[in-house]
């Protein structure tokens, strides 16, 4: 039987990484746990890890995309990292993504999107469907869409935005680039939060609730005394995941291009003009290095957090 | 009493607030595909068909759609087989470690499906001639979704009873059997989550296509937008908006059907 559910990749390394533990509910046992897996981890492997390994070793060579340095790139070590850390360019988009990360992911989609599936906990019927409807659809539609769409709404002589405020030719993603590409990329993803959230509501125990508003506690405390601590494992995912895929997106590219004069550059699009539009494939692959590093910390401090008090 | 009445006034008000941040920007494209010589401006349509009747004429924007969703689907098909069975495998089997690996994978995943890979992907689909090759795209846009499903799905799969799974063993089902009829039904809504978010991620995706394939007959409609925007210098309104609904309105038909069909959210949502 086991011969008959493997796919054809699985190989005898996976299998040998496969679990030691075979006593489980549907007796998958270890060789088919690693058949199950063996697919994806292969695709994975392939498409995912290597190249991550692959940008690591770039990062130490002098590799451009034009010139004598593309076909045979040099060894040059750490110089690309110094080169980063030196450069000022750098910092200010390591700190535009810092805000970037924490007004649009943090404040801007965690907030709205619980604050949607709050408003709308106890709601049925066409309300409820037409308000997630429309939020869903902000997450679903095309990139290349939505941006196009932004750019019209801000658009400083015909735009809607300057229509209904009443501001005739006020450039809005010239004069305020990071709050433009912040509220869009709020407008953007607050549908991934309000669902999560929406879903986790829905596991708070209504007798709790019940409970705390018989003992006299107001919708605040109610929040903080019984739907938080029930939540917490599902908020701290949810700002891992919202800060990763925030910290490392590139659409704001699609709205400002990282101007005017790198003002909106945030690193994802800072890589993007190193690597490709300058050409430096070593130093843009430098950067990733970096890029990648502090993911990790962010990463580790939402796991540290998520351990804790459990 | 008082308090009841503002309560609900403040409702409403939030609500209607809401609203409007989420209708006002998508104004735009259902006006101006159908006013004829459009601007940035949102008005009142005149309810030409000119501006699809151009577009018909244009050679790629139409195929595109289809190319577009040969990606889509074909993506969404391996992510959703792969990651059911691997977060399945994950989630019932203990495996030292499991959760790092986990975590790992979504950490890379995150950076690696951005610019940063560009280059190495690049250099990858050359070495294995997926240059210009849909299945080739298709691949890797599996891998780097599949982290992320994987994730999504275990969390799903953590929170079904394993009863059911002990009883169908006891008839003697075989595991792949357990998978396709006690597993997968129960966690349906999971995966239709899935699907419709790799479709959505695919259907959006604009770098690797743009990156991976060069023959134009083979590009989606992410990487035909672009060059009816840059035509000229100018963007052609007109084809932009007009292409955009088209390109839109997949997407929202595939939410609206899913969403009716199986419920379109996170049962339990995602916990760790």
Do not use: C
């Not at chain 1, 469907?129 to 941006?147: D, H, K, M």
């Not at chain 1, 101007?259 to 070593?282: F, M, N």
């Not at chain 2, 403040?10 to 209708?23: C, D, K, R």
Request: proline fraction near 6%; avoid cysteine; charged fraction near 15%.
């Amino acid at each position: 039987m086991a011969q008959a559910t493997s796919p054809p990749e699985t190989r005898p390394e996976d299998e040998a990484q496969a679990p030691r533990y075979s006593s489980d509910a549907a007796g998958l046992g270890k060789a088919r746990a690693g058949a199950f897996a063996a697919p994806a981890l292969l695709l994975i492997a392939v498409f995912l890890v290597f190249p991550a390994l692959w940008v690591l070793y770039l990062g130490l060579t002098n590799y451009r995309l034009t010139g004598t340095a593309a076909a045979e790139p040099q060894f040059v070590g750490l110089d690309n990292l110094l080169d980063a850390v030196s450069n000022p360019t750098f910092w200010s988009s390591t700190w535009l993504t810092v805000q970037f990360v924490l007004g649009s992911a943090v404040i801007g989609q965690v907030g709205l999107g619980f604050a949607i599936a709050w408003l709308l906990r106890d709601r049925r019927g066409p309300l409820k469907r037409v308000v997630e409807g429309l939020v869903i659809l902000a997450w679903i539609l095309p990139s290349a869409i939505v941006s196009f769409l932004w750019v019209a709404l801000l658009d400083r002589d015909g735009g809607t935005l300057n229509a209904l405020l009443g501001l005739p030719g006020f450039a809005w993603l010239l004069d305020h680039p990071m709050l433009s590409i912040i509220v869009f990329n709020t407008w953007r993803g607050t549908a991934f939060s309000m669902m999560l959230y929406g879903a986790a509501l829905g596991n708070v125990p209504p007798s709790h609730l019940e409970s705390a508003r018989l003992a006299g506690a107001s919708g605040w405390q109610q929040l903080r005394d019984v739907v938080f601590p029930h939540i917490r494992g599902h908020i701290l995912t949810n700002l891992l995941l919202i800060s990763l895929w925030t910290f490392n997106d590139f659409s704001p590219f699609l709205l400002t291009a990282g101007g005017p004069d790198g003002k909106s550059e945030v690193l994802a699009v800072h890589v993007y003009k190193v690597a490709l539009q300058s050409g430096e494939l070593g130093y843009g692959a430098a950067v990733s290095t970096i890029i990648l590093l502090i993911n990790l910390v962010v990463a580790v401090f939402y796991l540290r957090l998520l351990r804790s008090k459990k | 009493m008082t308090r009841f009445v503002l309560g609900r006034i403040g409702f409403y008000t939030l609500i209607a607030v809401l609203l409007a941040f989420f209708t006002v920007p998508l104004l735009w494209l259902v006006t101006a595909p159908f006013t004829s010589d459009p601007t940035y401006e949102v008005r009142v349509p005149d309810f030409t068909w000119d501006n699809f009747a151009a577009l018909l004429e244009h050679p790629y924007a139409l195929p595109s759609l289809w190319n577009s969703v040969v990606l889509s689907a074909g993506t969404a098909v391996l992510v959703v087989i792969f990651a059911a069975l691997a977060a399945y495998a994950l989630s019932r089997v203990r495996l030292p470690g499991r959760d790092a690996l986990l975590y790992a994978l979504l950490l890379l995943s995150s950076i690696i499906t951005g610019t940063a890979a560009m280059v190495p992907l690049f250099q990858l689909a050359v070495e294995l001639n997926l240059i210009d090759s849909q299945f080739g795209l298709i691949l890797i846009l599996t891998g780097g979704l599949l982290p992320a499903a994987i994730f999504m799905l275990k969390d799903f799969m953590d929170s079904t009873p394993k009863s059911y799974e002990e009883s169908a063993r006891v008839f003697g089902a075989s595991p792949l059997q357990i998978v396709r009829d006690v597993v997968v039904p129960l966690v349906r809504p999971g995966l239709a989550t899935i699907a419709v978010w790799a479709v959505a991620n695919v259907w959006g995706n604009f770098l690797m296509p743009y990156l991976l394939l060069s023959d134009v007959e083979k590009q989606p409609a992410a990487v035909i937008t672009y060059t009816l925007y840059t035509e000229g210098g100018q963007a052609n309104l007109s084809m932009l908006s007009t292409f955009g609904l088209l390109y839109s309105i997949p997407v929202v038909l595939m939410y609206l059907f899913v969403s009716k069909k199986y419920g379109f959210r996170f049962h339990g949502g995602i916990k760790r």
